[in-house]
């Protein structure tokens, strides 16, 4: 075989080297990192998880709450949510934020049955740095991150002047109360006081019916005894003012009196209007989504309102198809 010379050495080497591909050991093996390709593009989220405290799933209005909540976080993969019904006990949701807090969730948001029960482990969650939203009714002080809430003194203002001027400015009604150791009771109470101020409407009988409509339709059955001519039912939610009206329709007194309500839910009060049960329901928003809005803005690290109030509409049967009217 005839020698190779060194100029034609060198030319092979190169060439072999050339037909290996050039790999190297940091990229030959099983240990080699993932490349964006094989990982779809990104890393996955980091996963924040909410804790929801709930004060019960009784009324229509707190099983919407939790729907839109849910709702919201849909779009959110990194948001894991877990709901806890208290079941209309205030000792047995202060039990459930504590195992939140023992949890230790990214973030709380609760509608607390009570403002001062749940005043305090609420404020032991903030000051062990867990963020807290509180939805629809108020604390006592301000150990929380963020309230979200209509203002129900205006609401119940609203319902007030609407009534008296439906009546004419004289009239006898009842007033059916939610529960009274709620802050958004004792709002839609003084404000609706308020709004009949200076007219000769009567409030004959008042009773607590603890937002719930079978309580509203016992307390009104003790009003239809003891008021023989009512021209009109307020009452502090939806479902007291369509218990409100069974008793009267039961009592064959339905068509003497008008009934007007607060929440407006599509599937209740809304309802109620359009089939001539309600002469008017008021919106009080869920804040559901509203929440889940600026819990995404506190787990970025974004500073957020205090206080955020929600609009209202009165739905009525001239304006319900229409969407009803801003107050």
Known sequence: MKQLTFPLLIALAMVLGACSG?????????????TAASTG????????TIGVSQCNLGEPYRAQMNKDIEE?????????????????????????????????????????????????????????????IVLDRDLIGDKYTTFIGADNESIGKAAGQWLAKKLNGKGTIVELKGLMTSSPAQARHKGFLEGIAGSQIKVAFESEMKWLEPEARKEMDSALVRVPKIDAVYAHNDPGAHGAYLSAQAGGRDREMIFIGIDALPQEGQAYVKQGILAASFQY?????????????????????????????VFTPDNVDKGGEPL
Not at 22 to 34: A, C, I, T
Not at 41 to 48: D, F, H, M, V
Request: hydrophobic share 30%; aromatic share 4%; net charge negative.
């Open 22 to 34: 050039g790999s190297s050991d940091k990229d030959s093996g099983s240990g080699s990192e993932p």
């Open 41 to 48: 593009g990104a890393a996955p989220s980091k996963t924040y």
């Open 72 to 132: 919201a976080a849909k779009a959110h993969p990194e948001l894991k949510l877990v709901f806890k019904d208290a079941q209309n006990d205030s000792l047995k949701q202060r039990s459930q934020v504590e195992e939140f807090v023992e949890d230790k969730v990214d973030l709380l948001i609760i509608s607390p049955k009570e403002s001062q029960p749940l005043t305090e482990p609420v404020a032991k969650a903030y000051d062990a740095g867990i963020p807290v």
């Open 285 to 313: 928003p869920t804040g559901g989504k509203e929440a889940i809005d600026v819990a995404l803005d506190i787990l970025a690290g974004k500073k957020t309102e205090k206080r955020i109030t929600l609009g209202s509409r």
